[in-house]
């Protein structure tokens, strides 16, 4: 059974740094792209960038280009999205997504369960 | 304003038939692929629809998936109160090269 766990919450405050994880197992994680999603509060989702951990190939949405990075570690299963400096504005929920195929536009056949970012002062 | 575009809400009694559009371009729809997802309530997203009209093991055939040109349509019918849920078009984009998401469609049964 495919299965993506993601680390649990977080509460930051503005300018600082933050690593969240998804954790894959059930499938063969290097062979598969893998998406970061936000969503914030009472918003629909965005579709931020995505990863293929083979290789580390990895594509960034316009909007979060330079925001973001996206990482992955396969010696361990697991994707990494980071900020360097957070802003209140980065207040979402933010979801991982397995691509169903080798390609980066393939739909998203897996999900996170979430992961619920809060930046305040 | 996203770039494709869904209907906020659409309603309908039990039983009854609600399509959802998710209009977009030639960059987008025309030539890729678009899924549907459904997210209930305070939980992830979930594949509904992928390529177009193809469901996944275990859903129901009440949901189906269509696409013409730039546009798709997500039809669901034999409405359920379980069916309350935000609907979610996406698809990828050759100009932004990157993926998208529709706007969200908010499905309630009166």
């Known amino acids: 059974e495919v299965q993506l766990v993601q680390s649990g919450a977080e509460v930051k405050k503005p300018g600082e740094s933050l690593k969240i994880s998804c954790a894959a197992s059930?499938?063969?994680?290097?062979?598969?792209?893998i998406a970061w999603v936000r969503q914030m509060p009472g918003k629909g989702l965005e579709w931020m960038g995505i990863?293929?951990?083979?290789?580390?190939?990895?594509r960034y949405s316009p909007s979060f280009q330079g925001q973001v990075t996206i990482s992955a570690d396969k010696s361990i299963n697991t994707a990494y999205l980071q900020w360097n400096s957070l802003k209140a504005s980065d207040t979402a929920m933010y979801y991982c997504?397995?691509?169903?195929?080798?390609?980066?536009?393939?739909?998203?056949?897996?999900w996170g369960q979430g992961t619920l970012v809060t930046v305040s002062s | 304003q996203s770039v494709l575009t869904q209907p906020p809400s659409v309603s309908a009694a039990p039983g009854q038939k609600v399509t959802i559009s998710c209009s977009g371009s030639?960059?987008?729809?025309?030539?890729?692929?678009v899924s549907w997802y459904q997210q209930l309530p305070g939980t992830a997203p979930k594949l509904l629809i992928s390529?177009?009209?193809k469901r996944p093991s275990g859903i129901p055939d009440r949901f189906s998936g269509s696409k013409s040109g730039t546009s798709a349509t997500l039809a669901i019918t034999g409405l359920q109160t379980g069916d309350e849920a935000d609907y979610y078009c996406?698809?990828?984009?050759?100009?932004?090269?990157?993926?998208?998401f529709g706007g969200g469609t908010k499905v309630t049964v009166l």
């Open positions: 997504a397995k691509a169903r195929g080798s390609s980066a536009r393939d739909w998203f056949d897996a």
């Open positions: 059930g499938y063969s994680f290097r062979s598969y792209w």
């Open positions: 990863i293929f951990p083979g290789d580390s190939d990895t």
């Open positions: 030639s960059s987008n729809i025309e030539n890729n692929y």
């Open positions: 390529a177009n009209d």
């Open positions: 996406g698809t990828w984009d050759d100009n932004l090269r990157a993926g998208l």
